[in-house]
Each structure stands twice: as structure tokens, then as C-alpha cells.
């Protein structure tokens, strides 16, 4: 049998197995953030809107087009053709993630048998795909901002490789290298004229010195100037000698090859912002992959990489300049409290890629304050690896190159950079890339080496925890069948995580399970009494079981820790308009408005107020016009409102 027959055969049985293990699984109820960023989310109910997806996040403006597409195509009320494009995408990653580590296999390990070789390739790629950590870009329809964003990212590496492959011959490089000079000087004085030209523009906007029409005049009018002069000046030693036709040919498809992993890259960003570590991914094949020292990466900072940097870091400085920030302007947490619980956390999730139990929707890991042995061990476990995949570079490159690929990618979210949940699942998807090399390190080399040799004795090993992750992976997706399932697990692997607690307590709202709701709603509080949103949802289904006097004092439990929480300002704006006080109605409902402006509840409240109780016309009209515009159309409630403005329009 030919080894691209081999190929072919590891790639359609690992795509059989993917659907064989996520197809079961199909039905599964839209859940957690998928109500809110598709369910719910008025931005994606039409192709078209294109303006409104990038105002609503301009970072993830192509995940929406995605979602867009699916609530045109499908409707809301049908998970099983996302969750089925989820799996699709799924499955084209381990066919690209199986064509890199074939593409690898060779300048990575050297000299070793083909079925060293072959092994590296299959683990590699089973691995990957049978993984359960993989679930949460794959069942849960949300996670697909993951999944998607690692299929542009694993597409450019692939392209960026074939680029090198077709510029393999000398003369070939030569003439594309004196055309990628004369590019990267255009580009790096384009880029200077735009920093020179945008950047003071940029600052002036965002401290609203300028209005946004005469920025983007003084941007354009100031590039146009310094890119005349740069062109001039970086413009200069053109590569005018005529090649070979085939050297010209080769030529013209390793440029194709790059421009394409440029645009996938370009694509990534658009997708989700963990794309945006591509160029470090492509430094580490520069240097380890195509090269064996980082002098071969940092060469390559001149030539190939220089555009994969260059205008990320114009982008930053563009971000920085207008808004003072690159991450957040309000941090969750201090940077130095992250990074130390971040150390114990990336940790976790070693432990996990080796044997992930227990697996929840929700982690709830203490944030370190004060470090602990614990966590200088886990500092000094990091640090090893960093060093050892460092020192891998020479001695075991598959290995160094799958450690180095985990941590890069996991910078971006469990470093310094403080985001609102300390663990999640779904972050490994990109970095578990990087740990099928090191799955495929080990079958090719290491597990072997520590057994005599018997080959056949680790394919064996290997072959049972692939099984044991497949058992895993059936028992997990299994609670994604019912919301009420998922996060019970949640509680149970978390019991003091407080929002765990209160997104079971979501559920049984939902469902019209009071009593439940109160019992879970109360375990969230007695995790975190400071926890509004769930004192406000303990009030709420307290209102509902009639506990009215109960119910007002978790609404103001809510607001002694946050005045200006608009929903129990306006459900305490309810309890007092039940009460006949409309005058203090009024003044809650209004203060919700002031603390959020986009609170459709609190417009409808004031206008019930003016219509019944008030009689001022004019402003019940005004309130739920506001209402029906913060509103989504295809709610119940808009339906009432068009209804009582048809009676003051008469």
C-alpha cells in the first residue's frame, strides 16, 4: 500500500470516528451562551447585517456572518444543522492537523523507520480527534469561534509550508528573495506613513478632541503624503533580473502558497483573537521545523514573517493609541494575581489533555492572591517545559515544537491578560494542535525508546488510552443532552462555584420550576453572597412563589453591592408599583434607565406607569416606542406593546 493511500485512510477513518462520536449527540438543545449569541441575538437574524455584527464585536464580525448564515438557513429553533457544521469543522481540522504532522514527520524526527514515521502521524492525529476536551468547540455550537479560528490558523500553516516547498530550490529563493525586499521595504514605509499619519488621529479620537469623519480625513490625508516619500525612499533596488521560466514558475506558486496563508490569517483574526498567534506558530516552524536554531526564526523576521508581524503590531499600536489599552481598560483582576493563577490553571489543563476528569461546562479554580507550594510548583513545572522546549529544539524538535506550540497558544488567555472566567475548556482546542506533536513524539520516539524498542507493545499503550478518551468522550457529550444535566455535573464538580449554582438556577426559571430554582439560587449565595445576579434571581423566583416582602430584600441585597444593577433596580421598581408607589416606581425605573439605557424592561415599565396610572399619553407612547426598539421583534412582549401603541395612536 502507497503511503498517500495510508494517508487517505487515516484521515477517512478519523473522520468516521469524529461523526461515530459527536453524531449521537446531535440534538442537543441550544445551551448557555448559544441563547445569548444566537437565540437571542437580533444582530445575526439576517445576512445583511453585516454593519451591525462589526459594531457588535468587529473581532468576530466572520463567526457572526457564520451564525447569520445558520439563523437564515435554519432558523432558531433547530440546533442539528450548527451542531452538524460544528462537527464538519471539526473534522476538516484533523484532516489539516493530519496533513502537517505527514508534512512534518520528516524534518522533525530525523532519521527513523516508516513505522516510527507512520505512528507520529496517526497518534498525532487520533489524539486530536477523539479528545474530549475537544466538546466544547464542537457540541457546544458557541465553541465554534474555537474550532473555526483553529481551521484558519492550522489552513495558513499548511499553505505557509507548501510556499516552502516550492521555493526549495536556491535559485527559486534567490529570485523570491530579492522581490520579498523590495516588498517588505514598501510595506514597512507604508506602515510607517499610516503609524505617522493614524496614530496622532487615533489619539485626538479617542479623547474626543476630533470627531470620527475628520479622523479618518486627517489618516487618509497624512498616509497619502508619507507614502509618496516612502515610496521614494523604501522603493528603491528592485529586483529586475528575468528568470528561468521554471524558476519563475515555482516562483509565482510559492507566492500564490503565501498569499494564501496570509489570508487565512487575515480570516482567523475576523474569526476569533487567538488566531492573532499564527506568527508566532510560523516562527517556530521557521526555527524548528525549516530551520534548527531561533537564528533561523529571527532570519526570517526579516523575509517571509516580516508582514505576519509587522501589521499586528501596527494594529496595536493603532489600539493603543486610541483607546490606552490592548486588552481591557478596566482589568478583572491585577495582573500579577492572573499570571499566578493562571500558572496552576495551565497545569490543569496538562492534566487534562493526559486524563480529563473530571471535565464540567463551568471550572471555578481559586484565584491566587497569595501564592502557595502549590503554586510555585506549578510556576517551576512551566518553567521547565518552557526550558525544555527550548533545549528540544536539536535533541527532540516533533516534542519541543508540540510544547512550545501549547504554551504559545495559551498565552493569549492564561497569562497576564484577565478574562472573566479563569478556566475553560474550549481554550484548548488551538494549543491541543501542539500536544498531538507531542502524542506523536511519544509513539514515534519516546514510548518505544523507554520500552526496548517493542513497538508493537506502545502502539498497545497507546492504543487503550485513545479507547479510554473515546469512553470519556461518549459520557461527557452524553450530559450536553439536557441543560439541567450539564450544569448539575457543573455543581458537582464545583460545589462552591457560585455561577454554576446560578446558571442551574437560570434553568429551572426558564423551565417554570420555582421551588428548584429558589433551593440552587440559595447554594449560589451561600458561595458567593456578593453574587447579584444571583441575588436578583433568587428575588425573581421568590416573586414568583408570591414571597413579595422576601423577594424586595434580595433585590436590595443585589444593589448594596452594585447601586446601578439595572435588573433589580427595575424588578424592586415592580415590587413598589405592586405596592402602589408609583412615585418610587418611577424613580427606580428611571434610575435603571440612567445606569442602563438599553433596558427594554424598565421603558415598558414607565410606560405602563403613564398610561395607567399617570394618564400622560405622550410619555407611555414615548416609553414604549423606546421599548419596542430595545426589544427583540420575534418576543412576546413586542406583540403587547405594538398592541397598546395602536390604542394611543387612535
Request: hydrophobic share 50%.
Amino acid at each position: 500500500m502507497t503511503d498517500r493511500r495510508r494517508h487517505l485512510l487515516l484521515v477517512a477513518g478519523s473522520i468516521t470516528i469524529i461523526f461515530g462520536l459527536y453524531l449521537p449527540f446531535l440534538a442537543a438543545p441550544f445551551e448557555y451562551d448559544d441563547k445569548v449569541e444566537i437565540v437571542l441575538n437580533q444582530v445575526i437574524r439576517h445576512p445583511g447585517n453585516v454593519g451591525e455584527m462589526v459594531a457588535y464585536n468587529p473581532f468576530r464580525v466572520l463567526l457572526l456572518y457564520t451564525f447569520a448564515a445558520d439563523v437564515w438557513a435554519w432558523g432558531i429553533l433547530t440546533p442539528q444543522p450548527y451542531r452538524l457544521e460544528n462537527i464538519a469543522i471539526h473534522a476538516a481540522n484533523t484532516a489539516l492537523l493530519a496533513s502537517l504532522l505527514r508534512r512534518t514527520a520528516t524534518p522533525l524526527l530525523g532519521e527513523v523507520t516508516d513505522v516510527a514515521r507512520r505512528s507520529f502521524v496517526a497518534f498525532g492525529t487520533l489524539a486530536f480527534a477523539v479528545h474530549p476536551l475537544a466538546i466544547e468547540s464542537v457540541t457546544y455550537i458557541t465553541g465554534r469561534s474555537s474550532s473555526l479560528a483553529t481551521f484558519f490558523v492550522l489552513a495558513a500553516v499548511v499553505a505557509y509550508l507548501r510556499s516552502h516547498e516550492h521555493a526549495s530550490d536556491p535559485d527559486v529563493e534567490a529570485w523570491l528573495a530579492g522581490r520579498r525586499r523590495r516588498a517588505n521595504r514598501l510595506l514597512g514605509g507604508g506602515l510607517i506613513a499610516a503609524a505617522a499619519a493614524t496614530t496622532p488621529a487615533a489619539w485626538l479620537l479617542g479623547r474626543g478632541t476630533i470627531d470620527a469623519e475628520r479622523a479618518v480625513l486627517v489618516a487618509l490625508g497624512g498616509t497619502a503624503v508619507l507614502l509618496a516619500i516612502g515610496a521614494a525612499v523604501f522603493g528603491r533596488g528592485a529586483n529586475d533580473s528575468s528568470p528561468a521560466p521554471e524558476v519563475e514558475a515555482r516562483g509565482a506558486a510559492a507566492g500564490r502558497w503565501y498569499t494564501a496563508a496570509f489570508v487565512l490569517f487575515v480570516l482567523g483574526t475576523l474569526t476569533k483573537e487567538i488566531a492573532a498567534v499564527l506568527p508566532g506558530v510560523l516562527f517556530g516552524v521557521e526555527a524548528v521545523v525549516v530551520g534548527r536554531s531561533w537564528r533561523d526564526g529571527l532570519a526570517a523576521l526579516r523575509g517571509r514573517l516580516f508582514p505576519f508581524f509587522a501589521i499586528p503590531v501596527f494594529l496595536i499600536l493603532l489600539r493603543v493609541a486610541a483607546y490606552g489599552y490592548i486588552a481591557s481598560p478596566d482589568p478583572i483582576r491585577p495582573w500579577t494575581v492572573n499570571l499566578l493563577t493562571q500558572l496552576e490553571v495551565v497545569v490543569q489543563y496538562f492534566r487534562m489533555w493526559l486524563w480529563p476528569v473530571p471535565q464540567s461546562i463551568h471550572h471555578d479554580p481559586a484565584v491566587v492572591v497569595d501564592p502557595t507550594a502549590m503554586t510555585w510548583a506549578c510556576g517551576g513545572l512551566v518553567v521547565g517545559l518552557i526550558g525544555a522546549g527550548f533545549a528540544g529544539i536539536r535533541r527532540a524538535p516533533a516534542a519541543a515544537f508540540g510544547i512550545l506550540f501549547v504554551l504559545g497558544s495559551l498565552a493569549p488567555t492564561s497569562s497576564v491578560f484577565a478574562l472573566k472566567e479563569t478556566m475553560v475548556e474550549h481554550r484548548t482546542y488551538l494549543p491541543s494542535v501542539g500536544f498531538a506533536f507531542v502524542v506523536g513524539s511519544v509513539a514515534a520516539r519516546g514510548l518505544p525508546a523507554l520500552l526496548g524498542g517493542r513497538v508493537r507493545v506502545a502502539g498497545a499503550i497507546l492504543g487503550i488510552w485513545l479507547v479510554a478518551l473515546g469512553a470519556l468522550h461518549v459520557r461527557y457529550d452524553r450530559l450536553w443532552m439536557s441543560e439541567e444535566s450539564l450544569w448539575q455535573h457543573a455543581t458537582e464538580v464545583n460545589p462552591e462555584a457560585s455561577d454554576a449554582w446560578r446558571n442551574l438556577g437560570d434553568f429551572y426559571l426558564a423551565t417554570r420550576r420555582p421551588d428548584d430554582a429558589v433551593r440552587v439560587l440559595k447554594e449560589a449565595i451561600r458561595a458567593r453572597p456578593s453574587n447579584v445576579e444571583a441575588q436578583n434571581k433568587l428575588g425573581h423566583a421568590l416573586a414568583v412563589r408570591g414571597e413579595v416582602d422576601e423577594a424586595a430584600g434580595h433585590f436590595r441585597a443585589a444593589l448594596a453591592v452594585n447601586d446601578c444593577y439595572a435588573p433589580s433596580l427595575n424588578n424592586l421598581a415592580t415590587v413598589r408599583k405592586l405596592r402602589s408607589d408609583i412615585d418610587g416606581a418611577v424613580e427606580l425605573y428611571t434610575k435603571a434607565l440612567d445606569c442602563d439605557d438599553a433596558s427594554w424592561i424598565a421603558h415598558r415599565g414607565l410606560a405602563d406607569i403613564y398610561f395607567v396610572h399617570l394618564q400622560d399619553r405622550d410619555k407611555a407612547a414615548h416609553h414604549y416606542s423606546m421599548a419596542l426598539e430595545r426589544l427583540d421583534p420575534i418576543s412576546p412582549a413586542a406583540a403587547e406593546i405594538k398592541k397598546r401603541l395602536m390604542e394611543l395612536s387612535w
